[in-house]
């Protein structure tokens, strides 16, 4: 029995390749070429952020292998002391991190967990900190008047005092 081929049946694909191709690029035959985001704009957006940072934020605590690797990274220049790229290191510590058992994992997990939790307390207080301070802030914007409306009667009452001291000087003129 044959399958009639025509616009409603879909067609075969035998190729991984072409079925992943949408379905207007496989009627055309093309490939469209991909559309590059503008670096410009990534840039103004990523230099943004970086200036946001907060110096007095407290960082992040190393995971469990980057407690190992402190104390690996000692044991490894000594043994190997001509080696100086870090990247051999850490090559070097990864291959040894993944053939310990849990086990050995343990006390490095540990010291990470404790690691975490004292940076959980800084970040409370931190974030406590970071709180009053927008709160204190809010509190000085609040008081009085705007900038806008200060700037407004400042000026009102230069002229107010201009125009009194134009009416001085006419009444100096009628006295001579």
Not at 4 to 31: I, M, T, W
Not at 36 to 60: F, G, H, I, M
């Amino acid at each position: 029995m044959k399958v009639a081929k025509g616009k409603g049946a879909a067609p075969r694909r035998d190729n991984k390749k072409e079925a992943l191709k949408p379905v207007e690029d496989s009627k055309l035959g093309k490939r469209k070429a991909a559309v590059k985001p503008n670096k410009s704009t990534k840039k103004v957006a990523k230099k943004d952020e970086v200036a946001k940072k907060d110096p007095n934020k407290p960082k992040r605590p190393p995971s469990a292998f980057f407690v190992f690797l402190e104390e690996f990274r000692k044991v490894y220049k000594e043994e190997h002391p001509n080696v100086k790229a870090v990247s051999a290191v850490g090559k070097a510590g990864g291959e040894k991190w993944k053939s310990m058992s849990k086990a050995e994992k343990v006390p490095y997990e540990t010291k990470a967990a404790k690691r975490k939790l004292d940076y959980e307390k800084l970040m409370t207080a931190y974030n406590k900190k970071q709180e009053t301070a927008a709160e204190e802030e809010d509190d000085d914007v609040g008081d009085g008047e705007s900038e806008k409306s200060k700037s407004e009667v400042s000026h009102e009452e230069e002229e107010e005092t201009a125009e009194d001291d134009d009416d001085e000087d006419d009444d100096d003129e009628d006295d001579d």
